[in-house]
Structures are given as C-alpha cells and as structure tokens.
C-alpha cells in the first residue's frame, strides 16, 4: 500500500493531537513546552505533504511556511525556557498549578 | 516516486517509531525520558521530510529541533533540581486529554472524507535552491523580519535569565 496524502495527514492530526493533550495535561512548565514543540512539528509535517501532493502553481510557498515556522518555534523555545528559568528562581517551583499569583 | 516496496516500508517505519516516541513523551513519569522521546519524535519527523522530497527542510529539522532546541530543553531539564523532574499531570488532564481525542476525531474524519486533489509524481522544483530563491525574492520581507524576531529572542532570552546578582553589578557599572 503505497503512502498517499492521507497518510502524511494522518500522522500530522495524531501527532498534533498528541501534542495538544501533552500540553494541556502536564504539571511541569517544560513539559508543557514540549506539547508545543510537537504541535508545531506536525503542523510542519501537514504542510510540506501538501507542498509535496497537491497541484499548486508554487509548491515552493510550503517550505517556505515551514522555514518561518522553524525559525518561529525557535525562538519560543529560547523565550520559553528562559521564563521558565527565571520562574523556577523566584518561586523554586515550575509547576502551572501552583504558578496562581494572578488568581484573585 | 512513491511507488515501490521502499518508500511504503520507510513510511510505516517513521509513522510507527514518530507516534509511539510522542506517546512516550505523554507516558513517562520521568521529564529526563520525556525528552528523550521528544527528540527521538524530531528524527522520525525529520525522515518524514526527506521522504516528501523536503532535503532542506528535513537538514534544518535536524540542526535546528534534535541540535539547537531539544540541547535547550535537556538543559533546562538538568539545571533544574531532581525534585522537579517528575512529568505528572495536573487535575485538568481528564478533560484536556477528552478534547485532543475529540479533536483528532474531527481531524481524521475530514481527512479522510475530503477528496484530495493529489499528483502522485514529485513537483519539479522543490530543490533547496529554489527554496532559497524564494526566500530572497518574494519573502525577503518575512525573511528579515524573522532574523529581527530571532535577535529580539536572543536578547530577551538573556536578561529573563540573568541573576539579581548580575543586575546589581550592572547597576553599579
């Protein structure tokens, strides 16, 4: 059974949607993070399939979206950890359900 | 260019090894084996690029997520104590978990039930070449502006991480 669209899509959805549970459900900051990195992993996946499959008069336009979603994701991780770093050093903790400060 | 024995092998190979490294990523109770999962997710998805034609693509998905970012998360991960490495979840995963499943529901449905307009042969230009060639004609634009964002987040990066200490000795400088 030769790989079709479909099946490059399919593994996007469910590695997005993997992400999006990681991301949703952990405790720790960084892991949290890195529900962030798989989605945007798999959003890259879905766009270069469809760069590669479909007809489009500029197929290059795809890769192009994912270089600036590669530089993007990037520099959130940079930022990200950073916050986290600085978080863990004023609270010793960087647990989200414990980071409540703004809760009235 | 799909066809044959190989590319159908290596497609099952990466889809296999991607998803169960994310569900690992999920699983795992300790944050250090989370990590190690991630970046084993990255390769799969780099092997995924290079059977969609994308060599550039996939060699920046190598330097930048398994070189540069899981290198940051690992040591983020280790400079922290070991009391924080534990990879639980919080009181709200039931319901996060119950909308991802709801989700990749909606996801596969329409996948599958749309009729893509596919061509089974490769596109002729997707070299790196003519990535570049786009990148500094059409989106010069975006493309200078990403290099000012990437600044902007080396910068920030640094001072949210110096020390009081560090401050303090700028401040009397």
Redesign the interface.
């Known amino acids: 059974?030769?790989?079709?669209?479909?099946?490059?899509?399919?593994?996007g959805?469910?590695?997005?949607?993997?992400?999006?549970?990681?991301s949703?459900?952990?405790?720790?900051a960084?892991?949290v993070?890195?529900?962030v990195?798989?989605m945007l992993?798999a959003v890259?996946?879905t766009l270069?399939?469809f760069?590669?499959?479909?007809?489009?008069p500029n197929?290059?336009?795809g890769?192009?979206f994912?270089?600036?979603i590669?530089?993007?994701?990037?520099?959130?991780?940079?930022?990200a950890?950073?916050?986290?770093?600085?978080v863990?050093?004023n609270r010793e903790?960087?647990?989200?359900?414990r980071l409540n400060l703004l809760r009235s | 260019m799909m066809d044959g024995f190989g590319p159908s092998l290596a497609f099952w190979v990466l889809a296999a090894i991607t998803l169960v490294a994310a569900g690992g990523v999920m699983v795992s109770r300790n944050l250090l084996h989370a990590v190690l999962f991630l970046i084993l997710t990255f390769v799969g998805v780099a092997g995924f690029f290079v059977l969609l034609s994308a060599d550039f693509i996939a060699m920046a998905q190598v330097i930048i997520y398994v070189g540069a970012i899981a290198v940051l998360v690992l040591f983020a991960v280790l400079l922290t104590p070991r009391s924080s490495r534990d990879n639980s979840e919080t009181r709200w995963a039931a319901p996060g978990i119950l909308l991802a499943v709801c989700l990749a529901a909606i996801f596969l449905f329409v996948v599958h039930d749309t009729a893509w307009r596919t061509v089974d042969a490769a596109p002729a230009n997707l070299s790196a070449a003519s990535l570049g060639r786009a990148l500094l004609s059409t989106w010069v634009v975006p493309f200078e502006i990403a290099s000012v964002l990437l600044t902007a987040a080396l910068v920030g990066a640094i001072m949210l991480t110096r020390s009081p200490e560090e401050e303090a000795e700028d401040a009397l400088a």
Do not use: Q
């Open positions: 059974m030769t790989p079709g669209l479909e099946h490059f899509l399919t593994v959805a469910l590695l997005f949607c993997l992400g999006l549970a990681i949703l459900s952990k405790r720790n960084i892991g993070l890195m529900g990195e798989l992993n890259n996946l270069i399939a760069s590669r499959f479909t007809v489009s197929p290059i336009a890769h192009t994912v270089v600036f590669l530089t993007v994701a990037a520099a959130e991780a940079a930022v950890l950073a916050l986290a770093v600085a863990y050093r903790t960087v647990d989200v359900d």
